[in-house]
Nanobody
Framework: QVHVVESGGGSVQSGGSLRLSCGAS????????MGWFRQGAGQGREGVAAIDSDGKTLYADSVKGRFTISQDNIKNTYLQMNSLKPEDTAMYYC????????????????????WGQGTQVTVSS
């Protein structure tokens, strides 16, 4: 069973930065995608950033130029969030796919099988 654990959420003022971390007990030979999703109050869960199985990074338009996803190995994935805005306030989830995935499939919620419990990010104006 794959375990996914997020950390690093918190409260910041608009314009501030946070770095989220994700640890996942994935099988590296499966080359899973790793993604960050978020869900605001009363909203659906949306893809924010992902790394596909080939190492390509993908971002939602709303965070391009402000958020950066990275890995130091496939078991540890990070989301650096800069220039935060109040609309970035949400519960942030890390997810791992069960198998190889490529390109924009990495930002689709349906691609992912394993999810963490989430970490709250609150941005005040």
């Amino acid at each position: 069973q794959v375990h996914v654990v997020e950390s690093g959420g918190g409260s910041v003022q608009s314009g501030g930065s946070l770095r989220l971390s994700c640890g996942a007990s994935v099988d590296t030979y499966r080359r899973p995608c790793m993604g960050w999703f978020r869900q605001g109050a009363g909203q659906g869960r949306e893809g924010v950033a992902a790394i596909d199985s080939d190492g390509k990074t993908l971002y939602a338009d709303s965070v391009k130029g402000r958020f950066t996803i990275s890995q130091d190995n496939i078991k540890n994935t990070y989301l650096q969030m800069n220039s935060l805005k109040p609309e970035d306030t949400a519960m942030y989830y890390c997810a791992a796919s069960a198998y190889y995935c490529s390109d924009w499939y990495a930002l689709r919620r349906s691609t992912y099988t394993h999810w963490g419990q989430g970490t709250q990010v609150t941005v005040s104006s």
